[in-house]
């Protein structure tokens, strides 16, 4: 099965819609989404923005790549210490 992708604009217009009082089932049916996909995206960002959306996602890569900068010291931090410990 093909699976679509949304744009943040698309995924926060359903869930307004959804808001404003437009029935879920309805909702589901335009968009072309499932039950469980809308109410994931509406855990996720309910309440937010466009620009809160994008600023979440920019947020969340940025801590993934410092996440992995830690990780990759730590690694070398460990490793260097386990030469010192066999030198002496």
Same mark, same amino acid.
């Given at each position: 099965m093909k699976k679509k992708r949304?744009?943040?604009?698309?995924?926060?217009?359903v869930l307004k819609q959804a808001e404003v009082g437009v029935p879920v089932a309805e909702v589901? @049916?335009?968009?072309?989404?499932?039950?469980q996909t809308?109410?994931?995206w509406k855990a996720?960002?309910?309440? !937010?923005?466009? *620009?809160?959306? @994008?600023?979440?996602?920019q947020l969340q890569e940025e801590n993934l790549r410092l996440k992995?900068?830690?990780a990759? !010291?730590?690694? *070398?931090?460990t490793m260097l210490?386990?030469?010192?410990?066999?030198?002496?």
């Amino acid at each position: 099965m093909k699976k679509k992708r949304f744009s943040v604009e698309q995924m926060v217009g359903v869930l307004k819609q959804a808001e404003v009082g437009v029935p879920v089932a309805e909702v589901i @049916r335009k968009a072309g989404i499932s039950e469980q996909t809308f109410y994931r995206w509406k855990a996720k960002y309910a309440g !937010l923005e466009v *620009d809160q959306v @994008r600023q979440m996602a920019q947020l969340q890569e940025e801590n993934l790549r410092l996440k992995k900068l830690v990780a990759e !010291l730590v690694l *070398d931090k460990t490793m260097l210490q386990d030469v010192l410990s066999k030198q002496w």
